[in-house]
């Protein structure tokens, strides 16, 4: 990248007279630096593929002119200690590998953990767990957010099944996706307008509607979640100043009213 590497070479111009230190350039200078990054990584965790050691070096380190520039503190960081003893392993290893390991989630404070339905999860330090089962696959929950919040005062994957996708940004907030063994599918909306986060039922009259006529674009973050009443239930959204109420019913099916 036309930038010199402080490293060690010797004095002498033309014969060796003396260790010392100076800048060049080149992968004869680049190797033993990246070289040592790995040791280092390796220390943290005697485990580790290569293509682990590949993907860290990458997600850590700076894009300069299509290269990476490895950056030596992050990608160790990046590594967590498994002198704890637990293992990262099989589908949730690859995902924490894969999106920002030790840097997002922190270190591996549990070994893997059998729960309902064919689940698995592991609990990491910086307050996320990862869960993974063979019909979502393995994403993340971020308990230190509105969404992880909901989903914990829900009663976990009790309530709302496993993680189908990772929490992503939308416009106005965010959004996650939860679905049971059982087919039922929850979306959880979280925006600072409201400061909480509400679910919606995308497998019942009101969510199907919602999310099939546009969602939050359309009309709004839920300000509430979905009531029930004898005649029915009802869902509120707001967008800006407007509020979207929608009333279902067996009789009359989904009404919308501004």
Do not use: C
């Not at 230190?21 to 630096?33: Q, V």
């Not at 989630?105 to 609990?123: K, M, N, S, W």
Request: glycine content about 16%; cysteine-free.
């Amino acid at each position: 990248v036309g930038s010199d590497v402080w490293s060690t070479v010797n004095t002498g111009r033309y014969t060796q007279v003396g260790p010392g230190y100076g800048p060049l350039n080149g992968t004869s200078m680049a190797a033993p630096h990246v070289t040592g990054i790995i040791a280092l990584m390796k220390e943290r965790n005697p485990s580790l593929t290569v293509e682990q050691i590949r993907s860290t070096l990458q997600t850590t380190g700076k894009n300069v002119n299509g290269y990476r520039f490895v950056n030596a503190s992050r990608a160790v960081q990046a590594v967590p200690d498994t002198r704890s003893n637990y293992g990262l392993v099989g589908a949730i290893g690859a995902y924490y590998w894969a999106n920002g390991a030790q840097g997002r989630f922190g270190g591996p404070t549990t070994h893997e953990l059998v729960l309902r339905d064919g689940g698995v999860a592991q609990i990491f330090s910086r307050n996320h767990v990862i869960y993974w089962t063979s019909r979502t696959g393995a994403h993340a929950v971020n308990f230190s957010g509105g969404i992880g919040g909901k989903y914990r005062a829900g009663g976990y994957e009790n309530k709302y099944g496993y993680p189908v996708g990772d929490e992503t940004a939308i416009a106005g907030g965010a959004v996650q996706k939860f679905a049971l063994a059982d087919g039922r599918k929850y979306a959880m909306y979280w925006t600072p307008a409201h400061h909480r986060t509400y679910v919606v039922w995308e497998g019942g009259a009101i969510g199907w509607r919602f999310t099939r006529e546009g969602g939050t674009a359309r009309y709004g973050f839920p300000s509430e979640d979905e009531v029930a009443y004898s005649y029915g239930a009802r869902q509120t959204f707001n967008l800006g100043s407007a509020d979207h109420r929608f009333y279902w019913s067996a009789s009359t099916g989904v009404a919308v009213m501004n």
